[in-house]
Structure formats: C-alpha cells, structure tokens
C-alpha cells in the first residue's frame, strides 16, 4: 500500500515449506497495521466514491424484481384463463408504483381477447399503444379478432388501419374473422374489399 510502513516477521524454520514442495509459499509474510490501512484508505477519494455508485446499482437490482414477479403472475394468470385476475394485476402495480411494461399490458390483454372481453382488450390495447408507441402485432391481431368474432366489424377494421399506421400486419386469422363479420353483417362490398387488401398483404 502506498505510503505505508511494512514489517517483517520471518516465520520459524519448522513452518517454512520444504524445498521440494510444490506449492512452496515464501516464509516472510509482510504484516501491515490496521492504523496504515484506515489512513491510506481515507487518502483515496475512490475508495468512498464508488459507495453511491453501488448502492444505485443494488436499488435498481431490488426495484426490477417487483416487476418481474408481477409479469411472471400476470402471465399465469392469463394462461390459465383468468383474465380478470391478470387485470386486476395489472391495476396493483400501477397503484404500488410500478410502471407496467409491453409485456405486462400485452399478456393482459391477449387474456382478455382470448375470453370474448374485447371492449376491455381494446382498453388495454390502447394504453400500450399510448404508453409505449406501439404493440405488439400478435396482440393487436387478437383483439381485432375478438372485436370481430362479437360482431364489432367496424371497430375491427378501424384497428386493421391502426395497424397499418403502425407498420404492423394483422395475421390471416384476423383478416378472416373480419371478413366473416362482415359477411355476416351483409356488407359483402366492405368484405370483398378488405378480402383483396388481405391477399395483396400476404404478398408483400
């Protein structure tokens, strides 16, 4: 250590390693005061400095485990149907103080597509769209999906152009349900078109 006295104690001929031993360690240790160590150590800024470096680093550690344990229920709870748990898990970390991710609204949402909800899936569809600028496309094409398969054709193909300002393409499954609750609804003109759109999309 800079700046410190070093003293030497040689240590009695029967603890020195042999010669010929093969992993021999030198028989003078240098032993240093604790004194030395406490004033070298107040000399080095860097020393100190580091501290709120480090303790930042563990906070951020601590503050993403919420998260993930919030993510990881809220997608059991989706897998296993129930979407209102997932959503009222959803609500919790906003009231905790915990900004909910894409992947958080995005297995709230799928849940709640998947269980004919599609008023509050679009709900949620929208705050991720707002929240984060976009979403995912799979998660857009359950919710249109949903919107078609209740009959909402109109705002099912008001999403299809959502998705389209996005960039992002519906799958053919929510083309089709679309088309089919058109059909449905007797407007064969809007249908065929969107038909037409669908088969030009698949080819690009």
Not at 105 to 120: D, I, L, M, P, R
Not at 145 to 171: D, H
């Amino acid at each position: 250590v800079h700046g410190a006295t070093e003293r030497w104690v040689l240590l009695p001929p029967s603890t020195r390693p042999h010669k010929y031993s093969t992993h021999s360690i030198s028989s003078i240790i240098p032993i240093i005061s604790s004194k030395m160590i406490s004033r070298c150590c107040t000399r080095a800024p860097r020393f100190t400095s580091t501290r709120p470096r480090m303790a930042r680093s563990f906070a951020a550690i601590a503050s993403s485990r919420p998260l993930e344990s919030f993510n990881s229920s809220i997608m059991a709870a989706a897998h296993s149907g129930h979407w209102e748990k997932s959503v009222e898990l959803l609500f919790t970390m906003e009231q905790e103080g915990l900004k909910p991710n894409c992947d958080s609204y995005s297995h709230s949402t799928t849940a709640c597509a998947q269980a004919g909800e599609w008023h509050k899936a679009d709900v949620l569809l929208q705050e991720t769209v707002a929240a984060y600028g976009t979403a995912d496309a799979s998660v857009f094409s359950a919710v249109i999906i949903s919107c078609a398969n209740n009959r909402k054709w109109l705002r099912a193909l008001q999403l299809i152009s959502q998705m389209r300002c996005l960039g992002l393409t519906p799958s053919s499954l929510a083309f089709s349900s679309t088309i089919n609750s058109l059909r449905i609804a007797g407007r064969a003109e809007e249908a065929n078109r969107l038909q037409q759109r669908s088969l030009f999309t698949s080819h690009e």
